[in-house]
Structure formats: C-alpha cells, structure tokens
C-alpha cells in the first residue's frame, strides 16, 4: 500500500488567524483603502464630518462639564484636558464599533471566498484610526500653541496609549463581531459599552473624584481599566506638559499602563479564540 | 491530519497523477435555526424544545479524489448539495465529519462579483477582487491589461461600478476571477453570465485553462458545456454521492 504524501496538501477554510495578516497585507491595504474612501460617500461635506462631530462633542462638554459644573476652574487648560480623552474615547468606539459590524458587513464576501476573516476586523480598526488622525493633529496644534514640547516619555506615554486602545478595540470587536453573526444581541451590548466608555474613564472629570468618592478596591479596580490607563497616558503626554502641574499624575501611572496592556492581550487571546471557534458558522448563519 | 487518513487513501488512485483534492466521507448538516436572539434560544431550552431539532443532511458521506489537470462536475438536481460540496472545497464551510484536503492555489468562480463595491471605479474593483481572491500587487498589474481587454469594459473602467449595466458588471467580475494565478478552479454556474457572444469566449477560456493542465471542478446544468469540459462526472442525489465515473454514464445516472 502506497502513502500518499500529504505534507503538501491542506485542509481549505483554516487559518493563522490575525497572523495571516501579513501575507494578505495587500488585500488589508485595499479594504482600508476602501473603508476611508467609501465612508463619506455621497456626502457634500465629506471628511469634514471627521472634524465637526468630535468639535461638536467637545463643544457640549466643554459647556457643561467646564462652565456649568466649573470643572474649567480646577483644572488648568481644561479644553486640551477635556479633548485628549475625548479623541482617546473616540478612537475606541470608533475602532470598536466598526470591528463588530466588520463581519456582517462583508457578509457577502464571507458567504462566497475563503480568505482569513480576522482581515475584515483589522481593516476596521485602521480605518478608525485613520479617522482618529486629523482630530489628534487639531490637539496637538492646540497644545503647541499653548507652550507643548515634545518629550520622550511623553511620546512613549502616547504611543503606548494608542497600541492599548488598538488592541483592546481590535480584541473586544473581535469577540462581539464573531458572536453578533449568530446572535444580533451582540450588537447592544456593543453600543452599552460605547455609552460607558466616555464615563468609565476620567475624561469629562479628573481621576481624584473617583479617588475620594470609592473604596479603595474599586479605585484600583477603575485604574486597571484599560481606557483610563490609556485617557491618562494621554493626559500624561500631551495636556500635562501644558498645564500649571496642580493635577499629578495618578500614581502607578506606568504600572497601571502595563497591567491595562495585559489585560488587553488577555481580550486579544480570547477575541481570537471566540472568533476561531465561530468562524466555522460564518458562512451558514449569515 | 492524522496518519490514519493517509493509510485509508485507496492505493490505486494514487498511481498516475498526483492528487489535487481529496475528500473523504465528507457529511455536512445544516441546522434550520431561526434563533438569532439569546432570548429565543433560551426560552427554546427552558420549554424544553429540542433547539436543533431542524436537520438538514445537505452531504452525506461523500469521497472522492481528483487528480492534478482533471475536469470534474459535479452533477445533480437543485438542491442536491453539489454547491455546498464546492464552498467546503473553497473553505467558506467545514464539513462537520469527514476531511478535505487541496493541494495548490485556489480560487472559485462562485457567484462572481461578491466582492465588488458600487462605489469604487472598474479598475479599482479589479484591483480589491484580485487582491481577495489571493493575488499580490505585482501579480496584478502583470495581468491588468489582459483582465480590461477580456472583460470588454475598457471604456468604462475609471467610472463607479454602479453606473455600469449588470452585463459589464458580470463581464468585469468573471474575468478578473477567470484571470487569477491558479492551481484548482472551481466553477459554479456561472457561465450563464453576460451574452451568447460572452459565453462562448468564457467556454472557451475554461476550455483553455482544462488544455493547461488546471485542475477542474465545475456545477452546472449546461450538458453541453459539461460534456465539452469534463470527462469524469460525480453524481450527487439528496447529499449522496450515487454516481462517479466517465461524463456520459454520469449524466445518464443524473437524469435516470
């Protein structure tokens, strides 16, 4: 009896998951290529939606939280405090927001050609951060302008920040979007997560009230939240060094950064498996 | 894979040429479920319905091999499973027993036109298409011209897909899939596209790519394109595999 050599041969339909990203880096280039240009189409203003919604955003807080609530008085610079997290904020339900929808969204595409599917979630993310661009330069002409000067844990600060947002959003959006195919319930949740973002995280306030307000358990807790690690490495990077210095850093800052990392790997690990474990349906639930 | 697998593989088919695909007591069950909310599938479970109760055998242990450079159909009535028999070949679905291995570049020529974008131009859809169905940059450019000149659209190719008939449409789509850099080629009902003119070029490019040594799968009920391209026929009745053997007895054993 022969045997037949099937080192050569594979088994159609699996992947490497989101490793496989890097042989089909042209395919991503062009989905995210296709997401950026598609996304204000037929629209007269266009990418200028990209800068008046998060204007518009800041504008509301701004009013509410800084003169009404006279947050503008206890914290220096309050405007640039206010926009670092909110663009922080954005990028993530942006990014997370896409992510889940990724799947049902090409539907037409899953249903029909095998290609790793992780690609369509990943193109999500970059687009949102593409998006996330324009809003992070008006913050940083802001910040110039009031007397920033780069610094290296500054930058590192905000490049850290960034790869926690993009791995938290990426892990999470893979987790609901694989689970939204079968069960569109998914999608809600999505949007609850979208509405506590903005409150779970000292964006709109500073994170001394959420010190004196709780147990301590709870603080520690809401520290190792990674959207307040990441809000506050953006605080760190770019309102400090424009402010009066009165608000410290929360202590631990770079501890709670790394543990809030590792919790986003964590969600990454998972998202993978769950979306490994669902892609089998894909094709038949959709 | 395990070696199991590789012991049970029949020893004579093994001897000419070389295996491209390999499918081994393959079953595929789809579950008739309407549940798409956690609530329904949890109040299913508390009154105690069976929730996967609606099975639906659509292939029931179905083997077979095909050799580098054979052209095979798959034949069979509507609904027979031939077209679920292809997405588990392309990996859009896994069999739920059995295994299937492929040896080679891949790409299918199901329901082409998925991947198109109304909004994008012609030539940046050929570009997105190629791309999903596996190709690099380079791979692309090398085969633009022949991809515009096949497709008869150059003269529309830098406007939005959405202005385009449903003809050119079809015509742009099957040619960037019918120009891929590939191994194995399936093929599912999709020779119906465009005008008699059309077909005929596409039959002929098909016919082209068999004559090359591509390896073929094709789903169709064009008899006379089958029995021009093929010449081994796999018969497919109510997911079983009944019939697999020369063209002509196959379309025989369909038709009986």
């Given at each position: 009896?022969?045997?037949?050599?099937?080192?050569?041969?594979?088994?159609?339909?699996?992947?490497?998951?989101?490793?496989?990203?890097?042989?089909?880096?042209?395919?991503?280039?062009?989905?995210?290529?296709?997401?950026?240009q598609?996304?204000?189409?037929?629209?007269?203003?266009?990418?200028?939606?990209?800068?008046?919604?998060?204007?518009?955003?800041?504008?509301?807080?701004?009013?509410v939280?800084?003169?009404?609530?006279?947050?503008?008085?206890?914290?220096?610079?309050?405007?640039?405090?206010?926009?670092?997290?909110?663009?922080?904020?954005?990028?993530?339900?942006?990014?997370?927001?896409?992510?889940?929808?990724?799947?049902?969204?090409?539907?037409?595409?899953?249903?029909?050609?095998?290609?790793?599917?992780?690609?369509?979630?990943?193109?999500?993310?970059?687009?949102?951060?593409?998006?996330?661009v324009?809003?992070?330069?008006?913050?940083?002409?802001?910040?110039?302008?009031?007397?920033?000067?780069?610094?290296?844990?500054?930058?590192?600060?905000i490049?850290?920040?960034?790869?926690?947002?993009a791995?938290?959003?990426?892990?999470l959006?893979?987790?609901?979007?694989?689970?939204?195919?079968?069960f569109?319930?998914?999608?809600?949740?999505?949007e609850?997560?979208?509405?506590?973002?903005?409150?779970?995280?000292?964006?709109?306030?500073?994170?001394?009230?959420?010190?004196?307000?709780v147990?301590?358990?709870?603080?520690?807790?809401?520290m190792?939240?990674?959207l307040?690690?990441?809000?506050e490495?953006?605080?760190?990077?770019?309102?400090?060094?424009?402010?009066?210095?009165?608000?410290?850093?929360?202590?631990?800052?770079?501890?709670?950064?790394?543990?809030?990392?590792?919790?986003?790997?964590?969600?990454?690990?998972?998202?993978?498996?769950?979306?490994?474990?669902?892609e089998?349906?894909?094709?038949?639930?959709? | 894979?395990?070696?199991?697998?590789?012991?049970?593989?029949?020893?004579?088919?093994?001897?000419?040429?070389?295996?491209?695909?390999?499918?081994?007591?393959?079953s595929?069950?789809?579950?008739?479920?309407?549940?798409?909310?956690?609530?329904?599938?949890?109040?299913?479970?508390?009154?105690?319905k069976?929730?996967?109760?609606?099975?639906?055998?659509?292939?029931?242990?179905?083997?077979?091999?095909i050799?580098?450079?054979?052209?095979?159909?798959?034949?069979?009535?509507?609904?027979?499973?031939?077209?679920?028999?292809?997405?588990?070949?392309?990996g859009?679905?896994?069999?739920?027993?059995?295994?299937?291995?492929?040896?080679?570049?891949?790409?299918?020529?199901?329901?082409?036109?998925?991947?198109?974008?109304?909004?994008?131009?012609?030539?940046?859809?050929?570009?997105?298409?190629?791309?999903?169905?596996?190709?690099?940059?380079?791979?692309?450019?090398?085969?633009?011209?022949?991809?515009?000149?096949?497709?008869?659209?150059?003269?529309?190719?830098?406007?939005?897909?959405?202005h385009?008939?449903?003809?050119?449409?079809?015509?742009?789509?099957?040619?960037?899939?019918i120009?891929?850099?590939?191994?194995?080629?399936?093929?599912?009902?999709?020779?119906s596209?465009?005008?008699?003119?059309?077909?005929?070029?596409?039959?002929?490019?098909?016919?082209?790519?068999?004559?090359?040594?591509?390896?073929?799968?094709?789903?169709?009920?064009?008899?006379d394109?089958?029995?021009?391209?093929?010449?081994?026929?796999?018969?497919?009745?109510?997911?079983?595999?009944?019939?697999?053997?020369?063209?002509?007895?196959?379309?025989?054993?369909?038709?009986?």
């Open positions: 009896m022969t045997t037949l050599d099937l080192s050569e041969f594979r088994t159609p339909g699996r992947g490497r998951g989101i490793l496989d990203v890097f042989t089909w880096r042209y395919l991503l280039r062009l989905l995210v290529r296709k997401g950026t598609t996304r204000y189409r037929n629209s007269v203003l266009g990418w200028t939606w990209s800068y008046v919604k998060p204007a518009f955003q800041f504008g509301v807080f701004f009013v939280m800084g003169l009404f609530l006279g947050l503008n008085r206890g914290v220096d610079n309050f405007a640039v405090y206010l926009f670092s997290g909110i663009v922080v904020i954005n990028f993530f339900n942006e990014g997370f927001g896409n992510a889940t929808r990724s799947i049902l969204e090409n539907g037409a595409l899953v249903q029909k050609i095998y290609l790793p599917r992780e690609l369509f979630p990943i193109a999500a993310i970059i687009v949102a951060f593409v998006h996330f324009p809003q992070a330069v008006i913050l940083l002409v802001a910040c110039v302008f009031l007397g920033w000067t780069p610094s290296v844990s500054g930058v590192l600060a490049a850290l920040g960034l790869v926690i947002i791995a938290l959003s990426l892990g959006g893979m987790l609901f979007g694989a689970i939204n195919v079968s569109r319930d998914a999608q809600n949740v999505v609850l997560i979208q509405m506590l973002s903005t409150w779970a995280a000292p964006v709109l306030y500073t994170w001394q009230f959420v010190r004196d307000a147990p301590r358990w709870l603080f520690d807790l809401y190792a939240n990674p307040t690690a990441a809000v490495l953006f605080h760190a990077g770019m309102w400090f060094p424009t402010s009066d210095g009165k608000i410290p850093h929360p202590e631990h800052l770079w501890t709670n950064a790394f543990i809030a990392l590792g919790i986003c790997v964590v969600f990454l690990v998972i998202g993978q498996m769950v979306f490994r474990r669902f089998r349906r894909f094709a038949q639930e959709l | 894979m395990s070696q199991e697998t590789t012991s049970s593989m029949p020893s004579d088919t093994a001897v000419q040429a070389r295996p491209s695909i390999i499918v081994e007591h393959v595929k069950q789809f579950l008739l479920r309407r549940a798409h909310a956690f609530k329904e599938a949890f109040v299913g479970w508390v009154r105690g069976d929730v996967s109760s609606e099975k639906f055998l659509a292939l029931d242990d179905v083997s077979f091999t050799h580098e450079g054979e052209s095979v159909a798959l034949l069979g009535f509507n609904g027979s499973g031939k077209s679920t028999m292809l997405k588990l070949i392309s859009v679905m896994e069999p739920d027993r059995g295994s299937v291995l492929v040896r080679g570049r891949l790409a299918g020529l199901i329901e082409v036109g998925a991947g198109f974008h109304p909004d994008l131009t012609g030539r940046e859809n050929v570009y997105l298409n190629a791309a999903i169905l596996g190709m690099q940059k380079d791979e692309i450019d090398a085969r633009y011209d022949d991809i515009i000149a096949f497709s008869e659209v150059e003269r529309f190719i830098d406007q939005e897909v959405k385009y008939s449903s003809g050119m449409f079809m015509r742009l789509a099957f040619s960037v899939a120009h891929c850099e590939l191994d194995i080629l399936l093929v599912d009902e999709v020779l596209v465009g005008d008699a003119p059309f077909q005929a070029k596409c039959r002929a490019k098909i016919e082209e790519l068999s004559r090359e040594g591509k390896t073929m799968v094709i789903v169709s009920h064009d008899q394109m089958v029995r021009q391209v093929c010449d081994r026929g796999i018969v497919i009745r109510q997911g079983k595999q009944v019939y697999d053997g020369p063209i002509e007895p196959a379309i025989d054993a369909m038709m009986a």
